[in-house]
Nanobody, 115 residues
């Protein structure tokens, strides 16, 4: 089983930046894609960014050009650098890891963009 622990959320002003981290532990061998998803109040969970073990990335349309996902396979950690944050980026951000046919989720970290 994979355990995921997110950190780095908080309150930031519009136009600011935050960096989220997600550390994986437990049965980490075989983890393929890792990613970030978010869920705002009253909305469905949506994909923010994903990255494969080989480093291929994909982004949600609303964050392209502003967010960057990266991965440290030695530290088993995935990062999300968020720049030019907007009020509409406010949400709980969840880390995800896909290991064979098993999907694991972190507990989530709140990101609030407000002046």
């Amino acid at each position: 089983q994979v355990q995921l622990v997110e950190s780095g959320g908080g309150l930031v002003q519009p136009g600011g930046s935050l960096r989220l981290s997600c550390a994986a532990s437990g049965t980490i061998f075989g983890i393929a894609t890792m990613g970030w998803y978010r869920q705002a109040p009253g909305k469905e969970r949506e994909m923010v960014a994903v990255i494969t073990g080989g480093g291929s990335t994909d982004y949600g349309d609303s964050v392209k050009g502003r967010f960057t996902i990266s991965r440290d396979n030695v530290k088993n950690t995935v990062y999300l650098q968020m720049n030019s944050l907007k009020a509409e980026d406010t949400a709980v951000y969840y880390c995800n890891a896909l290991r064979y046919d098993q999907s694991s989720w972190g507990q989530g970290t709140q990101v609030t963009v407000s002046s």
